[in-house]
């Protein structure tokens, strides 16, 4: 008979029942990388006090520090960009409170994978221990898979760690939400890469080949993900440079990590949100700059330039009626000249917009004026203001009384064209701001002649 092994392999951590491959048990806090792995992965922290960036959540008053001290883990969903640290904090969540860690990726797995976990958790349950079941971009779970989570973490059978890259409000669902408690994970901010940086010398006993503008532009280059970060150290430590390298030479020797963005998901939405309200509170710089950030994430300039025609005429209006026929024709330049040249009658457009008087009279007028049609339903127009092409119409009064207007002593009647049985009501009140102010004023003569005509 064989003997038996005393080495575990990958599922023995688990049990006979070993689960699929895409299952891993958490390092234990004394195991060390081997010097051959990547760099992200032996740098990677064996206590929470050592995760960088995150001290909203892990400092002497973070909530997840609080909710350990209490003995209390809750369900959670860690929401942040890539290389934040959610899979770390998940496999040492699980240690400090003495759980068995369970890992498995969304992308890969299936129903029967998580049948699988949960049997296991549930022996685990039953011998006394308890089980973390760490799940990675869990948002790629259809419903009915995210439904299978809540009676599991209902009667406590798992302590589930959820993790993604999207908007829980949108890529989960609600029931899953509530029993869960969201905790966002910053983007790693420039003193944490700078930590994560000092800690990659050490590990390597090397200086980064840098100097200190270089060493910044590393920095900017990551984007806020440490683990783009630590990968590029890693190339820059496997070069051979006589002098250390400048924020140019960096620059060509490493790619900068690629502008997060998504055309159907938050960031498309975040980003236009901040494009639209720059425009709307007139600062033509950030405005810009929220555009050229679209446009370097790989936006339609085409959607662009319907939304900035939709500004044009929501929020500009009749301030500056000048707005929407320039907005149709950046439109149609870049319809013309197609990328890049036609983008810069895009950004022409946006300094217009940002730049020009706002008023949002007729928008608001449009939205009170379709209530009251709805709320009238089918009044006719007063009989004074009806064409009669034929004598019937002409006996019963149509066009009976009408005056026009060209006519009348400085071109205006004064008639009510409101349907009869309707009190006339104001709908557009155009502000004091650009070419309104003239507006505005016309309409107050308007209002004086009718009232005094019509007394």
Not at 147 to 161: A, K, R
Not at 164 to 177: D, G, I, W
Request: charged content about 25%; proline content about 6%.
């Amino acid at each position: 008979m064989a003997a038996r092994r005393t080495t575990p392999m990958a599922g023995d951590l688990f049990g006979e029942d070993a689960p699929p491959p895409n299952f891993d048990a958490a390092m234990s806090a004394s195991a060390r990388p081997a010097p051959n792995q990547p760099l992200a992965d032996r740098l990677r922290p064996n206590r929470l006090e050592d995760v960088v960036g995150q001290g909203h959540l892990l400092g002497p008053d973070g909530s997840l520090t609080r909710m350990l001290e209490r003995g209390s883990l809750a369900s959670l969903i860690l929401w942040g960009g890539p290389g934040v640290g959610k899979t770390t904090i998940a496999r040492l969540l699980a240690q400090a409170a003495g759980l068995k860690f369970v890992q498995l990726s969304a992308v890969f797995s299936g129903v029967a994978d998580l049948k699988k976990a949960f049997e296991n958790a549930r022996r685990q349950a039953e011998s006394g221990g308890g089980t973390l079941l760490f799940v990675d971009e869990i948002h790629r779970f259809n419903r009915a898979q995210q439904d299978g989570f809540l009676p599991v973490v209902e009667d406590g059978t798992i302590v589930l760690v959820g993790a993604t890259t999207e908007n829980p409000s949108f890529a989960l669902n609600s029931a899953l939400l509530s029993r869960c408690q969201v905790m966002v994970l910053n983007r790693l901010d420039d003193s944490a890469m700078e930590a994560l940086l000092v800690r990659a010398e050490e590990e390597t006993g090397r200086p980064l080949p840098l100097t200190e503008e270089g060493r910044a532009t590393l920095r900017a280059m990551a984007d806020g993900d440490g683990r783009y970060l630590l990968n590029m150290v890693e190339q820059l430590l496997s070069l051979k440079t006589e002098q250390p390298l400048d924020a140019q030479a960096l620059a060509r020797l490493l790619a900068k990590r690629a502008v997060l963005y998504d055309r159907d998901r938050e960031e498309h939405y975040n980003l236009i949100s901040a494009l639209h309200k720059s425009l709307r509170g007139s600062d033509p710089d950030a405005a810009l700059y929220w555009f050229a950030r679209m446009l370097e994430g790989g936006e339609d300039p085409r959607y662009l330039a319907r939304r900035l025609t939709r500004f044009a005429a929501e929020d500009v209006g009749m301030a500056d009626p000048h707005a929407l026929p320039l907005a149709i024709a950046a439109w149609e330049t870049y319809e013309r000249l197609g990328s890049p040249e036609g983008e810069l009658a895009l950004a022409q457009l946006v300094v217009h917009l940002a730049t020009a008087p706002k008023s949002n009279a007729v928008y608001k007028a449009y939205g009170a004026v379709r209530r009251a049609a709805k709320a009238t339903g089918s009044l006719m127009p007063p009989a004074h203001i009806l064409n009669a092409p034929t004598r019937l119409m002409q006996d019963i009064g149509y066009g009976k009384g009408y005056e026009y207007d060209h006519d009348a002593e400085e071109g205006f009647s004064g008639q009510n064209y409101f349907p009869d049985g309707m009190k006339r009501q104001t709908f557009y009140n155009p502000t004091g701001r650009g070419y309104e102010r003239e507006v505005r004023h016309r309409l107050e003569t308007w209002a004086r002649l009718r009232d005094r005509r019509q007394s």
